[in-house]
């Protein structure tokens, strides 16, 4: 009984934490209780009809079934449902003349019907572009059915369908009413805020990469949830993958909230919902590359602290104008406002261009010039000091356990390389104690897990510390592409906002937004 | 007339189209045809019972709505209208007890009750795990409803009871025996098929991205609709969307398959379907990949065609071998087979490999080294010349038509410039002439669409040809860095396929697969 008890507990802080979180959702079960009172109450009071009680459950059944949570639901269920008993009526009626006539075949071609409408009606549903009426050709199937069946039984084929239509009318009646009088839920209103929403998870996102990036978090084991794309509660990964995820919830919205009359702020007939959804693609076409950005921080193949910080005021700049444009554009989704006269996109091109600037006199950075067939550049080891910061401290491992990850595992390799090469000074013990840390560490990573190199290892017939100077070199040099690599999505990033804000400009002209300087004209 | 007989032909034609490509929508109607003709009859042959009209209407309907596509999801939703109905109706006949001790505040009770109930369900229906349940909820509300509201009216509330509930059975009992014993069509192996198919198109999307990667063929348009992320007919586009895009459809497919008991290949109970879902995780982890590699072409930053034959051999190598693994696990998956005891990812990683080591030793040309403030690289030009085949006439431009697209529209500057450094020859009339061309190019793209470098113009006052020097060299090494990010997501690619191989390996162990080697025993 204490268990029950505390289960019993446990639900309704469930409950009630939904019910903080949403109290639509609480509205919206009180007007449906009020629904189903007022109908119950509506075939209590009518005692005249002789026929109620065999008819009072289409009105009930129409309330279940019509009533949804929001506007554009409920009234493109209400219109199938009406569609489809006023033409499967119709078409009973139809077919009971016609086996009346046919005499002793009567049962015959009525079985034969119910076979043959059976038959159309689903196939017809199962075809793609007809998956919004699906509802509308259950509703078909059985109203013809019943109508049939128990008219042939009592042979009053018109009086059933009379009566069942009558019956819908009111539920569908009762459902609309409350359900639009009483604290309307819109669609369109929730498709507008999910779009707002997921400009600020894609800016959040995007400044949770740089700076994770140029902080040097890693994830000591990527959460194994990312490698098989579910849900999770990485707050970097969570923005972009609502957004990318938003897909089918957008249409399922669009589909209802095309069914809304003008209401509130999308005063139009036709309003262009449309636009929404393609402002919201336009910006799942940047998230991807945010989604790239953050696969560079799950890589195994990290770039060295120290080069990162070479660029650190740039990419942090691209960054946060980024994700404060995205910001921006997100609020004026909100607020319903056009863009201003200035250039939205001025800071954030000219951002990415002091980036790609600074990337063109530091690109001797990106590579690593000991493997080159054409000879050496210029040894850049001490030229740039200020530049080259030990940033050893500052790599931070984010605690994160899983039994699956990534396996390019060369971290260990080009930490040992690459300090010793630029930062000498960093590993206390000089070069020859430095080689030693690296095939160390490289020993307890290959236990953690199959190492990249596994193969190559395996050739030489001995497991571990078989990395060649060649090979080791190689892994360095792809280490510091990944920095062009980082920089270069970023730069792709910025360009795509063109799109965006493309797309913006075009949903702000169709649906007529407020233009920010005309309301300013009067002060 | 005309017209709407050539409508009806397109019609007629779009269904034989559909029935084609899935025989199983035709047989799932005629099952549907069946089952309804069957409840029909049995209401006819039935006569004895004198209610058969009042009740009928439950069998129809219980058989129209529980008869769906899959085994899966007609056993879910039986089993939700069974439970719904029979703890409603243990409800109701409780509420009915108590409100006849209640006297004269009957109905005052009943009405209450019907809100408390309605609030009730309607709230727990909206509780994120309860979405499954959604449908059981419905049956309870209508069902409580129904047999309150017709039971105070007879005063029969048992009698009601009973004989929905036998009715609903009889429905069920019908439908469930046609679907699951005349071909049946089961949830879980749409989800097998789904994941193989998955592995397939992602696997054509990156031999397509390789490939025209390569032949530099570009889009002169981006088409609009990958601009906003919707359904493209581009095949390299298509192939790995649609990976990206199956979760929902997954999710629900597993919803059912779930509920499907052991069947054909599918032997043991509480078959693993979620390893199913996971391996498609796993997969679109990887497409997310080939997407950005994808962005790579979409970019209009672009790498010199004459920098990509370089490293032509291994890139294609690296695309083909991955396209390869694909292929080998998604028929693996199809066929149900262990991996063979050799390394699947052997080839895949060496070819890896090989791509990293001739980047590592060319990748000056990833630089552009003019602009390092260290001093400049040896002269490049000249020195390996059978790499830097002259690609020009191998430039093809995909057709497209849109008004949007992405504006880093730098190429006319780095053709210009770059073919001019590296190539000599190619431009006949010589630098003057090839310095005229770039200008030239430039003013007729900036013309086509708002350049990236749109507000530099602005700020030097002079709409076109205010590249200086130094703006159009920082283009060129943008664009030679592309070449580095297409190398570098491709070598993330393949480092990603590890995790995709563990969990087929996984599937493989909790799904018992047949094992290849096992099977070669005997021969």
């Known amino acids: 009984i204490i268990n029950g008890w505390k289960t019993m507990e446990r639900v309704a802080a469930r409950a009630w934490e939904m019910g903080m979180a949403d109290p639509r959702k609480i509205v919206f079960s009180a007007k449906m209780g009020l629904a189903l009172v007022l109908i119950s109450l509506l075939i209590f009071l009518k005692e005249p009809f002789k026929d109620m009680g065999r008819y009072c459950v289409w009105a009930i059944l129409t309330v279940v079934v019509v009533f949804e949570f929001s506007i554009g639901a409920t009234l ?21 003349e016609l086996s009346e006539w ?29 998956k919004a009426y699906e509802y509308g050709f259950r ?45 309307p839920i819109w669609a369109g209103e929730d498709l507008h ?3 707002a929403k997921n400009f600020m998870g894609v800016a959040k996102s995007l400044e949770g990469v740089v700076n994770n990036y140029l902080n040097c978090i890693e994830y000591e084991r990527v959460p194994s949830k990312i490698l098989v794309y579910q849900a999770s509660d990485d707050p970097v990964y969570s923005g972009y993958r609502s957004a990318v995820e938003s897909t089918s919830q957008e249409d399922t919205l669009m589909g209802f909230a095309v ?65 404060k444009l995205l910001r921006e554009l997100g609020n004026k989704v909100k607020k319903m406002e056009k863009l201003g006269r200035a250039d939205i996109l001025y800071e954030v091109h000219e951002a990415a261009e002091q980036l790609q600037m600074k990337i063109d006199k530091k690109s001797y950075l990106l590579v690593n010039s000991e493997g080159w067939e054409i000879g050496n550049r210029p040894r850049e080891a001490g030229h740039d000091p200020h530049d080259l910061l030990d940033m050893g401290d500052q790599r931070k491992f984010l605690q994160h356990k899983s039994l699956s990850e990534a396996v390019l595992d060369l971290r260990a390799v080009h930490i040992g390389k690459n300090w010793d090469d630029i ?19 490289e020993n307890n990573r290959s236990e953690r ?16 510390a078989v990395l060649t100077e060649a ?14 690599t980082f920089t270069s999505l970023l730069i792709e990033f910025v360009a795509r906002l063109q799109n965006l804000v493309d797309s913006f400009e075009e949903l702000g002209e169709v649906a007529k937004f407020k233009d920010p300087l005309e309301q300013q004209a009067p002060i």
């Open 259 to 323: 069914w809304e009359p003008p209401h509130g702020h999308y005063k139009t007939l036709k309003y262009p919902w449309k636009n929404y959804v393609k402002v919201s693609g336009a910006l799942r076409h940047c998230a991807f590359m945010v989604m790239a950005l953050h696969g560079c921080i799950l890589s195994e193949i990290q770039a060295p602290p120290e080069k990162r910080q070479v660029f650190r005021h740039e990419l942090q700049r691209v960054g946060s104008e980024g994700a």
């Open 102 to 130: 046919a005499g002793e075949w009567e049962e015959a071609i009525i079985v034969l019907s119910i076979f043959i409408v059976g038959f159309c009606a689903t196939y017809a549903k199962l075809y793609p572009t007809m």
């Open 423 to 441: 930062c000498p000074d960093f590993v206390p013990s000089g070069p020859i104690g430095s080689n030693l840390t690296a095939n160390t560490s």
């Open 471 to 484: 090979e080791s070199k190689t892994y360095e040099s792809a280490s510091a592409l990944s920095l062009a």
């Open 76 to 96: 493109s269920k209400g219109f199938n449902r009406g569609l489809g008993t006023l033409s499967a009526g119709g078409l009973a009626l139809a077919m009971a």
């Open 449 to 464: 897990q199959p190492s990249w190199l596994g193969h190559v290892s395996f050739k030489a017939g001995d497991a571990v």
């Open 139 to 183: 509703v078909f199937l059985i109203t013809y059915c019943f109508i049939t069946v128990s008219g042939y039984r009592t042979g009053e084929f018109i009086h059933t369908a009379t009566n069942r239509f009558l019956f819908i009318a009111l539920g569908a009646a009762v459902s609309l009413g409350v359900n639009m009088c009483i604290y």
């Open 193 to 195: 805020n999910l779009v």
